[in-house]
């Protein structure tokens, strides 16, 4: 009776330890099963489909929704791209179609620099340097390395203008990379003779069709300055606009996106600038002393 007992006592732990595994077991494989569910791939955010023809009117679009726009941005200068500083506040004013003036504070308040362009013309004034420089853009390179890195801000600044659209006389190349649209923008042949090149490179965002990344080229093939966009955000109200994606009617819930980080690179190799937008105000009137004169 004692051996029975015990030998039934034992069966009875054999049995508990046995439920206690089994639901041990069963925690564990639901575990598993709603971890899979928990990190496993997020749902993926569909590809738009487009043609060069319609990248290249939305490029149109983007470029004239912007009549004028105001910013304030700080700056972050590596590799000694220009002469004033590592970090600057700064203001920017544009007014369509080819009227800009940026200027650059230091963290005291004091003015580092200005730069005015206006259709052909620019002005640089450096006080703290007590120089000042103008000419035309296709000049710069000629009035030596000074001018230059003011240059490739102005085509960083198409970030927040609208990347520049393409010509009537250039042609356009559509490439898929990855995620991404490559649109290269190619030259009219010149009166001179000269054979036509790729004189942009552009990559769209597949997934919202916005502008991430531009190149500038040489007639070489060199790349001038790299320009990346990011941080895109809504500015301004809403504007109708017809999409130049899907050809749809008219609608009044589009908005104006522009990015509020741009990173510009020397394709020379002199450095970047880091620019962050802390405020962007779209198709406000401009006074006739912010453009500055040349």
């Known amino acids: 009776m004692q051996y029975w007992r015990k030998a039934k006592g034992e069966t009875e732990e054999v049995k508990r330890k046995t439920v206690l595994f089994g639901t041990a077991a069963l925690m564990l494989c639901l575990s598993v099963l709603s971890g899979c569910a928990l990190f496993g791939p997020s749902e993926a955010i569909p590809l738009k489909q487009a043609t060069a023809e319609q ?46 003036r940026l200027r650059g504070f230091s963290a005291v308040g004091s003015e580092i620099f200005e730069f005015v362009q206006v259709e052909d013309q620019f002005k640089l004034r450096l006080p703290t340097m007590g120089r000042e420089v103008t000419g035309r853009p296709s000049e710069a390179d000629q009035l030596g390395q000074l001018t230059r890195p003011f240059q490739l801000s102005v085509w960083a600044m198409s970030g927040i203008i609208g990347t520049q659209a393409v010509g009537p006389d ?26 036509p090149f ?6 769209f ?19 001038e300055a790299t320009m990346q966009f990011d941080d895109y955000r809504s500015v301004g109200g809403v504007v109708e606009a017809v999409s130049a994606v899907n050809g749809q009617t008219p609608t009044a819930d589009k908005r104006i996106m522009r990015p509020f980080a741009i990173r510009m690179t020397d394709g020379q190799g002199s450095g970047s600038l880091q620019v962050t937008f802390h405020e962007l105000v779209p198709n406000e009137p401009i006074k006739p002393g912010e453009l500055g004169r040349v």
């Not at 912007?66 to 203001?91: D, E, H, M, Y």
């Not at 559509?174 to 010149?190: H, I, K, Q, S």
């Open 55 to 100: 990248l290249t009117a939305l490029l149109q679009e983007q470029s004239i929704e912007v009549r004028t726009i105001k910013g304030l941005f700080s700056a972050k200068i590596t590799g000694g791209i220009l002469p004033i500083g590592q970090r600057v506040q700064g203001t920017v004013f544009y007014q369509h179609p080819n009227a800009i």
């Open 170 to 195: 250039e042609s356009v190349r559509l490439t898929e990379d990855g995620n991404r649209y490559r649109l290269d923008v190619v030259t009219a042949p010149g009166l001179n003779g000269t054979a």
């Open 198 to 203: 790729v004189a942009r490179r552009i990559w």
């Open 205 to 223: 965002d597949r997934r919202n069709l916005l502008v991430v990344q531009e190149e500038r080229l040489s007639p070489s093939g060199d790349v």
